[in-house]
């Protein structure tokens, strides 16, 4: 092994070089190292050393990734790990000396050199994830796994297989604030399937500087393995239940949106079936009404997913009907006793009591769509369980109010609650009304967001200029207009797809 060692360490030259090296003297030179690597058997990688040890104890992974990524995955899989089948050895689990290793990579990897090692990556994170639910331990591989995802791609915003995992491990675990640095992330990619010959005249080179992630997170990368439609569904779904667990009702109808609305053909999934009845009781726990489905969902499958989920839809209309009218929560609650042959089988009861839970908080919030102010008395009795419980009522209404969920103040003349009188205020007054230096910030972080947004648009638009059907659409188009040309049509009567999209940066730049 020693006389291999100086091999391993020839890439990335150590001093490094006065002038950096080109991206494609930086590709070549890796690329040879990965082949020398590859020409090692994986029980010579995991011989020691002279002196003691093993390569991992000499290797830093931080400046000789790949040397030490290969070593660990040797450890970890013995001969099977450059093979797509692999057992995981029993000195490779929580709390080991191994395991410790393999932390430390994932904490300290280059960001460059693992793109070119991106299949042996994702086989690391998946022997960890195995290894982590084998031994019943979740909890244990989701701080890897999150550095991982990050450390290849920092803005979080191409979606890959690991994403799925990482979802899975931290729903298990019930590890819902350690998700959030990945689910906090918008996806705005998937691994492209784009004219690999376009591509690569734009970005040659994995070490390039790329952009997007979505440009070097493809299916020949390995950084993701390949994926179907299930997986960014599972993905989502697992997510709103994250975002259901930590009560981030707008973050969690968000993410079960995303899975209603994506594109089927013939009928609805059941990963979306079961979305859909999480989503009209989110809709419920984050608005206080039913919503009504997106219209880009398709009318077969509203039909579907109506026809599926009466229970779910009756329950919510029970709901409405209740807050608009003033009435108290017996008829929701008997409706929810009717349906427990529902809730329970799809694991929603929790979010059942919920429901029942909020219908007193958004009642007290429609008073304010009607009244100026009412006395605690008022409130007791359109909205309390027990009408006389004037005590109770206040102590409630100061909950809402300190909160954050009611924009209100509550005055207290006397010791008696009956006579305490809440004063609703709108969006320009009040507790939770903004000043001028906070709604200043605020428009700051959405003009972030747009331009962000833009930014991402502007990548997928250059994907599909790219994609080999757009291609000869926009040439079967441009043949149509010169043939209508010809015929002596206006040109002015033709727009491109880039010429629309430049107006929209026209109309962006004057906002």
């Known amino acids: 092994m020693d006389a291999l060692l100086p091999q391993l360490l020839t890439f990335p030259p150590h001093p490094e070089p006065t002038k950096p090296l080109s991206d494609s003297e930086y590709d070549k030179h890796i690329k040879n190292l990965i082949h020398h690597i590859n020409t090692i058997p994986a029980s010579k990688l995991i011989s020691g050393v002279s002196g003691g040890g093993d390569l991992l104890?000499?290797?830093d992974p931080s400046k000789n990734t790949?040397?030490?990524?290969?070593?660990?995955l040797a450890h970890v899989c013995g001969s099977g790990s450059k093979q797509k089948s692999v057992s995981i050895s029993d000195t490779f689990s929580p709390g080991s000396a191994l395991w410790q290793k393999m932390l430390?990579?994932?904490?300290?990897?280059?960001?460059?050199?693992?793109?070119?090692?991106?299949?042996e990556l994702r086989r690391l994170i998946d022997v960890t994830a195995s290894k982590a639910q084998r031994v019943s331990?979740?909890?244990?591989?989701?701080?890897?796994?999150?550095?991982?995802?990050?450390?290849?791609?920092?803005?979080?915003?191409?979606?890959?297989?690991s994403h799925t995992i990482f979802a899975r491990l931290c729903l298990e675990a019930r590890a819902y604030t350690a998700a959030l640095p990945v689910l906090d992330h918008n996806i705005f990619h998937f691994p492209p399937v784009t004219n690999k010959s376009a591509e690569n005249i734009m970005f040659p080179y994995l070490s390039s500087h790329h952009d997007s992630s979505s440009t070097f997170i493809t299916p020949d990368s390995g950084l993701s393995a390949k994926l179907d439609y299930r997986d960014h569904l599972i993905y989502f779904l697992y997510g709103a239940m994250i975002f259901m667990g930590l009560k981030k009702w707008k973050r969690a109808l968000l993410f079960l949106e995303i899975?209603?609305?994506?594109?089927?053909?013939?009928?609805?999934?059941?990963?979306?079936?079961?979305?859909?009845?999480?989503?009209?009781?989110?809709?419920?726990?984050?608005?206080g009404y039913p919503l009504p489905l997106p219209k880009t969902i398709s009318p077969q499958a509203t039909k579907q997913y109506h026809a599926i989920c009466?229970?779910?839809?009756?329950?919510?209309?029970?709901f409405k009907h209740g807050i608009l009218n003033d009435e108290s929560d017996q008829k929701l609650i008997a409706e929810a006793t009717a349906g427990e042959a529902w809730w329970a089988p799809d694991f929603n009861r929790g979010l059942i009591v919920q429901v029942i839970n909020a219908f007193r908080q958004f009642s007290v919030l429609q008073l304010g769509k009607t009244f100026a102010a009412l006395t605690v008395a008022d409130i007791a009795r359109r909205t309390s369980p027990n009408p006389n419980d004037y005590a109770g009522t206040g102590d409630y209404v100061i909950h809402l109010i300190s909160t954050g969920v009611l924009n209100a103040t509550i005055s207290q003349p006397s010791n008696d609650p009956a006579s305490w009188t809440l004063r609703f205020s709108d969006s320009s007054s009040g507790p939770l009304s903004r000043t001028e230096g906070q709604q200043h910030q605020h428009l700051e972080k959405e003009t972030r967001k747009i331009k962000l947004l833009m930014e991402h648009i502007r990548e997928a638009d250059r994907k599909l200029s790219l994609n080999k059907?757009?291609?000869?659409?926009?040439?079967?188009?441009?043949?149509?207009?010169?043939?209508?040309?010809?015929g002596g049509m206006d040109e002015n009567h033709w727009m491109t797809h880039s010429d629309i999209y430049e107006h929209d940066e026209d109309m962006m730049a004057d906002m």
């Not at 790949?66 to 660990?72: D, E, R, S, V």
């Not at 290849?152 to 890959?160: A, H, I």
């Not at 209603?260 to 608005?287: E, F, H, M, R």
């Open 137 to 161: 331990q979740p909890w244990a591989a989701i701080p890897p796994i999150r550095s991982a995802i990050l450390r290849v791609d920092e803005s979080g915003s191409t979606f890959t297989s």
């Open 66 to 72: 790949l040397p030490y990524l290969y070593t660990l």
């Open 57 to 59: 104890d000499i290797i």
């Open 310 to 318: 009466k229970a779910y839809d009756g329950l919510s209309e029970v």
């Open 259 to 287: 899975v209603i609305t994506s594109p089927v053909v013939g009928n609805v999934s059941k990963i979306q079936v079961d979305a859909y009845k999480k989503w009209v009781l989110v809709s419920l726990l984050c608005k």
């Open 104 to 119: 430390d990579f994932m904490e300290r990897f280059d960001e460059r050199q693992i793109r070119y090692a991106g299949t």
């Open 469 to 486: 059907d757009y291609i000869a659409e926009t040439k079967k188009a441009k043949k149509t207009r010169l043939n209508d040309l010809e």
